[in-house]
């Protein structure tokens, strides 16, 4: 099981903040939840699963939680 990294963006009331976020949590990588602005953004997964029999390259969509607190 492989980790990915994300570039994500945030918009409330035309305030955008940018934030990275590793679909595994770990001291070395990127954290994997954060809060901003009243809400709490998780990185839950990105599909599909890599797969090198697989030729081209598929369109990979983030699994994102987001929760207003």
Same mark, same amino acid.
């Given at each position: 099981?492989?980790?990915? @990294?994300?570039e ?11 934030? @990275?976020?590793? @679909?595994?949590?770990?001291?070395a990588?990127?954290?994997?939840? @954060? ?21 081209g ?8 939680k987001i929760?207003?607190?």
């Open positions: 099981m492989g980790t990915a @990294t994300g994500f963006s945030l918009s409330v009331n035309n305030n955008e903040q940018k934030i @990275t976020l590793s @679909t595994a949590a770990s001291p990588l990127l954290p994997r939840d @954060t809060v901003l602005m009243g809400y709490k953004i998780e990185f839950l997964d990105l599909l599909p699963y890599p797969d090198i029999n697989v030729p390259i598929p369109d990979y969509k983030a699994v994102i929760t207003k607190l």
